[in-house]
């Protein structure tokens, strides 16, 4: 049994402690303004009809593409418009990957959670420009790292006087163009006293798999989404898309919208009956 997670307050709503299972969600890159605020609002209908607090995601740029010709989104200031907008308009908090410290004092503007991705975590001044905001920092896990190896990342963060820290498992690598979950990473991030969330849908990934383009196996994700909380986890990460066919990053690991509503009521189901040394 892990002990109690720090709570970290993002807007309205709690992560961890004693607080509900947490949603993190969206589609992979921001592909449109009007799709995703079609995609946001509908995710939001559906987390507030289950009872689920959420956190709207999508990236303004993927700078860790695959190939030279991958879409990488619409850019530092036109995204951070569009993540604006889908803020004030549906109410919702957002969070977004931020890739080098000089774009962080722009994002902090919007941003509700800025987003350290994996292949950066142990990228130590972006760490600490992102840790200086004051702001919530959600750190992916990188795929080459071991889960005891995050402490030290914590480290640099609270150097900066900054207690506001989300870890995310988002799978391991074994061998090549495959990542695997050790599920005992949760119970070990745990034991550092932050909130953990769980990737099902990155984790899904077979990175680099297709050539110039990442891979990946969505029918996984309800599985390891169940298994994470049956295991212990403060919320789960998912991005979804209405069409992940024809998404343009990401699209064979994330999940189809219509598909969201299953995933979530089953792992708020188990969520409710396994004690995660939050009650």
């Known amino acids: 049994m892990t002990r109690l997670t720090r709570p970290i307050r993002i807007g309205e709503l ?8 947490v949603l993190i969600g969206g589609p992979c890159v921001i592909e449109s303004e009007v799709l995703s605020l079609r995609i946001a609002a509908r995710i939001k209908g559906i987390a507030e009809e289950l009872h689920i607090p959420y956190i709207f995601k999508s990236s303004y740029d993927k700078a860790n593409r695959s190939s030279i010709r991958s879409f990488r989104g619409p850019g530092l200031s036109k995204g951070l418009k569009i993540l604006s907008r889908i803020k004030k308009e549906l109410r919702l908090p957002v969070l977004s990957d931020v890739h080098t410290a000089e774009e962080v004092p722009y994002a902090a503007e919007v941003l509700d959670v800025l987003q350290i991705p994996a292949f950066l975590c142990r990228q130590t001044d972006l760490v600490l420009a992102v840790a200086k905001t004051g702001k919530p920092v959600n750190v992916k896990k990188g795929q080459f790292l071991a889960p005891w190896d995050m ?4 480290e640099k963060i609270e150097s900066a006087g900054n207690r506001k820290i989300l ?32 990737d099902a849908t990155h984790s ?5 798999g297709l050539g110039d383009r990442t891979g990946g196996q969505r029918e996984f994700v ?7 909380c049956a295991v212990g986890c403060d919320g789960l990460f998912l991005e979804v898309h209405e069409n992940p066919n024809r998404a343009l990053s990401d699209g064979s690991n994330m999940i189809f919208l219509k598909d969201l509503k299953g995933v979530l009521e089953q792992a708020k189901r188990i969520d409710t009956i396994v004690d995660r040394g939050r009650r």
Request: proline share 7%; hydrophobic share 45%; no cysteine.
């Open 167 to 198: 870890l995310t498992e988002r799978g391991v690598s074994f061998g090549y163009n495959l990542l695997v979950n050790d599920f005992r990473s949760l119970q070990v991030m745990r034991s550092f006293g932050y909130p953990v969330i769980f």
């Open 222 to 228: 309800p599985a390891l989404a169940r298994a994470a």
């Open 14 to 21: 709690s992560i961890g402690g004693t607080s509900p299972l």
């Open 204 to 208: 899904t990934q077979l990175p680099g």
């Open 151 to 154: 402490k030290n990342v914590i």
